[in-house]
């Protein structure tokens, strides 16, 4: 059995982590500064809060994940770490969404939804 190169691992992840940093952060930028001013009603402007601060929570627990899985993509593949790097853009780009839409539908399957769809808007706390 082969020995796991961490030096090489580290210096992938390193460079996987730059460029899902570069993805990440363009795309809090972009949604966090679709409504920069708050709303003025209280119960408006909660939600509001709430919304912003899970987002960024969302966002940076799944920066290590995303960095992790473009390191061991570029590892497996034996590349470059240019295309560690890219392999990160493509993971943060791809991201934490698709990340929880997969494992929803492989939960789906698994465990059976008894008829119900959580994004159809019934039954829902939305509707």
């Known amino acids: 059995m082969e020995r796991f190169d961490w030096a090489a691992f580290i210096e992938y992840y390193r460079v996987s982590a730059l460029g899902a940093a570069i993805i990440l952060?363009?795309?809090?930028?972009?949604?966090?500064?679709?409504?920069?001013?708050?709303?003025?009603?209280?119960?408006?402007?909660?939600?509001?809060?709430l919304r912003r601060r899970w987002f960024l929570i969302?966002?940076?627990?799944?920066?290590?994940?995303?960095?992790?899985?473009?390191?061991?993509?570029?590892?497996?593949?034996?590349?470059?770490?240019?295309?560690?790097m890219f392999s990160g853009m493509i993971a943060g780009g791809v991201?934490?969404?698709?990340?929880?839409?997969?494992m929803r539908d492989f939960v789906r399957r698994r465990v059976g939804d008894g008829g119900l769809d959580p994004l159809d808007g019934e039954g829902g706390p939305n509707g």
């Not at 920066?63 to 295309?83: D, E, R």
Request: glycine letters at 12%.
């Open 25 to 49: 952060l363009a795309r809090v930028g972009h949604v966090l500064g679709k409504q920069p001013v708050p709303p003025t009603d209280v119960k408006a402007f909660e939600a509001w809060r």
């Open 95 to 102: 991201g934490f969404p698709f990340a929880m839409s997969a």
């Open 58 to 84: 969302m966002e940076a627990s799944s920066f290590p994940a995303l960095s992790g899985l473009g390191a061991m993509a570029t590892m497996a593949s034996g590349g470059s770490p240019y295309v560690a």
